[in-house]
């Protein structure tokens, strides 16, 4: 194992005690790790083959393995998020769900969906947005080109079902407040897509409807934010389609902006 892969390691576990336990990383000692001696001799011989093949180049060949560790990095600590949620009691939907569902999606996404709570499809799965409301927020991102498979990440306000569906209380939203800020702080997303009222009141501390606030952008941290209609309620009122592809189109243009190529991450989508 390399030096640099053991300084990895140490400081994604510091960084997983910091979100947490409180602490800060520099509470934490700095480590002057060392190559392993195998690992040494085998990269001599590999930089030897490289120089004498004139594919030695810095410049190209440290930028994808750095990209890789961040992404490495960042999915290590998602997935530490996603436990400490399965273990997490803080509010009384602990007692009914099935399944926790932390989210799902790529690393480093440029976007970041942010729904109300699971349904009853989700809780038996432990994945987001896999009923009908699934399904058809699927199609939504995939006709502006993104997708969680290749470039999104997909999350809700509360982690756990509510009862029938219901609005998640202001104890339960705040119960799970730290897991999506934790999520977002990680994740770093270039932009935010919220669905529906309760993403939208929660995000913004507002008490405007959706009606009155969709298509429009708001700074969210720093975050570009913009919310639509919930794919259930376009499923419940199909005049709701046509303004809800107008806000999609509006997002799309700002992601343009902000991400010219982006449409060049969405790979895997067509499939879904």
């Known amino acids: 194992m390399t030096a640099q892969e053991k300084s990895l390691i140490y400081n994604l576990l510091n960084k997983s005690d910091c979100l947490f336990s409180g602490k800060i990383l520099s509470d934490f000692e700095q480590i002057d790790f060392k190559d392993d001696v195998e690992f040494s001799n085998a990269e001599q011989i590999k930089s030897q083959a490289n120089t004498e093949n004139g594919t030695n180049n810095p410049a190209t060949n440290s930028k994808p393995y750095f990209k890789q560790s961040q992404d490495i990095e960042q999915a290590a600590l998602i997935k530490n998020i996603a436990l400490s949620i399965a273990q997490c009691t ?14 799902i999606g790529v690393a480093s996404p440029l976007v970041l969906v942010i729904g109300e ?6 809780d038996k799965t432990g994945e987001p947005f896999v009923g009908k409301a699934g399904q058809l927020l699927d199609k939504m991102l ?3 080109q993104l997708s969680r498979k290749d470039n999104c990440f997909i999350t809700n306000i509360v982690k756990c079902r509510p009862p029938a569906n219901r609005t998640p209380l202001p104890e339960e939203v705040q119960a799970c407040a730290h897991f999506l800020k934790a999520q977002i702080d990680i994740l770093k997303p270039k932009m935010i897509l919220a ?3 309760t993403a939208l009141h929660n995000l913004l501390n507002t008490n405007a409807g959706i009606k009155k606030l969709h298509g429009k952008f708001f700074n969210y941290q720093n975050i570009p934010l913009l919310a639509t209609f919930h794919p259930s309620a376009l499923l419940r009122d199909e005049s709701l389609k046509r303004p809800s592809w107008e806000d999609l189109k509006i997002f799309r243009n ?3 902006e902000i991400v010219p190529n982006y449409q060049s991450s969405y790979l895997n ?4």
Do not use: Q
């Open 117 to 122: 709570g699971p349904g009853a499809d989700e």
């Open 195 to 197: 669905l529906g009222n």
């Open 254 to 256: 700002r992601l343009l």
């Open 90 to 103: 803080s509010c009384v939907l602990c007692k009914t769900r099935i399944n926790t569902v932390p989210g």
């Open 269 to 272: 989508g067509g499939s879904t």
């Open 142 to 144: 995939a006709a502006i």
